[in-house]
C-alpha cells in the first residue's frame, strides 16, 4: 500500500467489493442519472450494460468528493465510453438528453409502474407493455390474468409504494422476534438487507433466522407463517424452498446437501398504532396483534384504516451457513455481485449465500463469521454500512 496523503495512494479498486461504499456520498446527481440508464437496460433484458452503468454509478458512490471536471474522473476504473459521455453532458450542460428521454419515455415510465408491483417481474411488465397497458389500473380494467402474488402486488399497490421507515422495521422485529420465539426458544433473528446497511427507509424489511443447534430450524418457515397468520399479522405469504439456488446459481449450483434454505416473501398487516407507540418507546406487540376485522376485497386504501400492508422476507438459515447466508442477504445487490465475481475470477473460488468454494484445494471453506469469509477472499472487511456499492 502507497504512503497516506500521497494523492496517488487514492487509487479507486476496480471491484466494488474491494471498496467502501457509504450511503450517503457527494455524486448523487451524477449517479441518479446513470441509474436510470441501467434500469433501462435491465427492462430491455440487456444486462451487461445494466451492469456496466451500475457500476459506474458505484465507483462515483465511493468517490470522497464531487465531481467537478472530467479531469477528475482520469484514473477511475468501470468508466466505459457511454458513462463517460454521460457524465461529461451533466457536468457541461446540467443534464444529459439521453437520460432525460429515457426518464420520459413511454416504455421506461410503464415498465417501472408495472415491475413496481409485487410479482410482476421484467418478462410480464413487458408483454403487458407490448399488450397496449400502461399502468396498475390497466391491468384491473382489462381484466388481466393474475397470479395470487400479483393480485396481492395490485390490492396493497398504494401502502407497497410508500417506502418503509426504519420505525416501522423495528416494530416489525418486534413482531417477527415474538413469532419465531414463539415455535421455536432459541432461534436467532437477525435484520438484513438495507436497514442492516444503515438505511433508513426500505422497499421491505429482511430477516435471516437461524439456531445454534443445527437441525432445529429445519421446518421452521411453516411454523412461523402459522403462527403469524393466527394473529392475523400476515396479508400473504408465500413460502419456498431452493429458490435461491435455482433463480441465482444456475448450472454451478452447489451440491444438494445444501439446497436447504427456506424464504418466506410475505405482506405484513402493520397497524399505524403499534408504530406510534413504538416512537414514544412504550411498545408492546399487543398493541399489534389484533387482526381480523373484515377486509375489503378491493385496494386497500391505509388512509381509511389503522394498518398499512408492509412488504416482508423471512429466510431460515442453518446455523453452519449462518454467515454466507449473513452476508448474502445484507446486499446491496451490486457487492453481491461483485464479491461473486471477486471470488471467481481472481480467487477460483465460488462464494454464494450457503458456502464458498475453493476449486483449486477443491474444498469448502467453513465461516462462522461475515470476517473470516471476507479473510478466505483475501479482501480487507467491508462493514455493512459500507457496502452501499
Ligand atoms: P431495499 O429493500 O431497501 O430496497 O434494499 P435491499 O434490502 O438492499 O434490497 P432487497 O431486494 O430487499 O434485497 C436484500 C438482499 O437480499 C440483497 O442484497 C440480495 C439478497 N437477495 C435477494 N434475492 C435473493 C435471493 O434469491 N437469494 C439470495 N441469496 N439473496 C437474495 O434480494
Ligand atoms: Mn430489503
Ligand atoms: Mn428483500
Known sequence: PKPNGDPSAMQMKSYACQRRTPLKHHNSFLTEALEILSQNAEYNDNEGRSVAFRRAASVLKALPHRVKTIEDLRCLPCLGDH???????????????EVESTRQSEQFQTMKALTGIFGVGVRTADRWFREGLRSPDDL??????????????????DDLQ???????????????????????????????????????????????????????????????TNWLEEQGLLLYQKTTRNSYLEKMDGPARPPNNMDRFERCFSIFKLQKSAVRCKSNSTASVEDVSRGG????????????????????????SPYSQFAFATLGWTGSKLF??????????EKHMSLSSHALYDSKQNLYLRAKTEEEIFAYLGLEFIPPSERNA
Open 162 to 224: 410508500k417506502p418503509v421507515t426504519k420505525a416501522e422495521a423495528d416494530v416489525i422485529s418486534d413482531i417477527v422476534e415474538k413469532a419465531v420465539h414463539a415455535v421455536l426458544p432459541g432461534a436467532e433473528i437477525q435484520l438484513m438487507g438495507g436497514f442492516r446497511r444503515g438505511k433508513e427507509v426500505g422497499h421491505d424489511v429482511d430477516f435471516l433466522i437461524t439456531h445454534p443447534e443445527e437441525g432445529k430450524e429445519e421446518g421452521l418457515m411453516p411454523k412461523i
Open 83 to 97: 458513462s463517460q459521455r454521460v457524465i461529461k453532458e451533466i457536468l457541461e450542460d446540467g443534464s444529459s438528453r
Open 140 to 157: 384491473i380494467r382489462t381484466g388481466q390474468q393474475l397470479n395470487r402474488a400479483q393480485q396481492a402486488g395490485l390490492q396493497y399497490y
Open 293 to 316: 376485522e373484515n377486509e375489503r376485497p378491493s385496494e386497500h386504501h391505509s388512509e381509511e384504516s389503522g394498518w398499512r400492508a408492509v412488504r416482508v422476507d423471512l429466510v431460515v
Open 336 to 345: 453481491e455481485r461483485e464479491l461473486r465475481r471477486w471470488a471467481g475470477q
